[in-house]
Structure formats: C-alpha cells, structure tokens
C-alpha cells in the first residue's frame, strides 16, 4: 500500500466549538491505482488530501504513506516525505512565477535530488510543452499551465500523487487532454493516484470510486 487511512478522524473549532470533518475514515491506495473521492461540497474531501500530505495533522487513527506513519513524524519528516514521495496538483496551478516553465517542472526534483533528465524530457514531450520550456508562467495558458504542474509532480517520481480539483479551472475539451496525459503519464511511471473531483464523468475514469457524506465513507 502507498496510503493507508485507519480510522481517521479530525474536527476544527469554530465559535461554537468543534466541528467534526471526518468520523473514522479508512481506505488503501496500492502503487499504480486510481481513486476518485467525490462528495458534496464541505464532506471533507480536501481534509483528506491535507492529512494524507502532512499538511494537516488527524486527532485520531492511523495515516501511513510508503508504510510510514505521518503520527511518528515532526515536520521536518513529513516535509521531507512530501519532497521525496508525494507530489500535489490543485486547481490554481501555483507555478512560480520568477521561474520559467523549465525550472519549474524541474524544481521539486530539485529539491528531492531526483533530477533525471531523460525522464524529464519524456514528461516534456508527452505534455506538449518543449516550445514552452523557456518561458514564464505568466505567457502560458491555463491548460500549458496545469501541464507544467502535472510534469513538475511527476518529475521526481513520486509514490503518491494527490490531485485536487485539476481540471476544475479548464474548459471542458482543454480539461479532457489535460486529463488523459495525467492518466497516461500516471500509468506509465507508477505512482499511486487520488484525485478529488466533482464530476461524475472524471471519477468513472478512475479504478475506483470512494464518496463522503457527513464525514465518513459511503
């Protein structure tokens, strides 16, 4: 198993006290498999996506990514988990703006050591984006925009990749290219997927399916 959730439970504290989010939720995600996670809006889909990157900490049960537990782990750890394992892709791109689209695919590699430029060129190519490599964020479309991301988390070979929403800012034929090179490129170097999507259409293209209602798995 890539990510295992055990029992997770988490609540946040507004005016009245502590609101539950998430009430025992468990499920697996192995090496090379696509999960969907759908839910009404506020069921605590991004929750899950926070926790399961160290991002956010769970009050109870287990979270385990690579078999280690996030609970043994001080920031610097789960930092590091994330530099080395996990690769995040949101809705809003955040690509760095100073950077070109080179060095932005290229950056958390980087940061993780995992510089392969064989492989990055291999993600350049099936993304499209070799006339794109020396310029900015700022000259790129949104869909050039989300395909650097993608090939910025897939650059140091992550166990675990972890999508919110990302196609939500696209226009439906860009969104479904965008989509399917993700599929594609996930397919081929391995890693595991869990996407958060409100699209019934996005998450029949996964390998499963998991919904929350009222903070638990239905």
């Given at each position: 198993m890539v990510l295992e959730?055990?029992?997770v439970e988490k609540s946040f504290r507004d005016s009245e006290g502590l609101v539950p989010v998430l009430r025992g939720v468990s499920f697996g995600l192995k090496a090379g498999e696509t999960l969907a996670l759908t839910g009404e809006s506020g069921s605590g889909k991004s929750t899950v996506l926070h926790i399961a990157a160290g991002l956010e900490a769970a009050d109870a049960g287990a979270v385990r990514?690579?078999?280690q537990d996030m609970a043994q782990m001080d920031d610097?750890?789960?930092a590091g988990l994330r530099r080395t394992d996990i690769a995040l892709v949101f809705q809003q791109f955040n690509l760095i703006p100073s950077l070109t689209v080179a060095d932005n695919i290229t950056f958390q590699a980087a940061l993780s050591g995992r510089v392969d430029k064989t492989h990055v060129d291999g993600l350049v190519e099936a993304l499209g984006l070799g006339p794109q490599m020396r310029k900015y964020?700022?000259?790129l479309s949104g869909g050039q925009q989300q395909r650097v991301a993608i090939a910025r988390a897939l650059a140091a070979r992550p166990?675990?990749?972890l999508a919110d929403e990302p196609t939500g800012?696209?226009?439906e034929a860009t969104a479904e290219d965008v989509l399917a090179q993700m599929l594609k490129l996930v397919a081929q170097t391995g890693a595991a997927l869990l996407m958060v999507t409100h699209s019934p259409a996005i998450a029949a293209r996964m390998d499963r399916e998991i919904?929350?209602?009222g903070g638990q798995l239905t």
């Open positions: 959730f055990e029992g990514v690579s078999g610097a750890a789960r964020p700022e000259a166990r675990l990749m800012n696209l226009d919904h929350l209602s």
